[in-house]
């Protein structure tokens, strides 16, 4: 089954992009939990985080500056280098 996922930034025509790939389990590997700086957005990667150590899951944690503006360049590159996966939250 195909899925479109559209982009909420206002482009007039949407990119077309690959899927990531994903790993078949997590065992071994590190999960980046990235909250956006949005209303209780913690809350929601505190119970994440509780769920992934429980099950023997190493788990890293970072915050953009502002939920108004991309994560900085310094900060994607330090999740790219220490993790394998990315958990992003977006609750309010």
Known sequence: MARVLLDPTAETRPDTRE????????????????????ARGDVFLDRIEEHLTA?????????????TKPAPIDLRHEIATRCDVVIEALAD
Not at 22 to 38: E, F, Q, S
Not at 55 to 67: A, D, I, Q, S, Y
């Open 19 to 38: 899927r990531a790939t994903r790993p078949d389990t997590l065992d071994g590997r590190t999960v980046g939990l990235l909250d956006i700086a949005k």
């Open 55 to 67: 099950h023997g899951l190493r788990v890293e944690r970072f915050r953009k500056p502002t939920f």
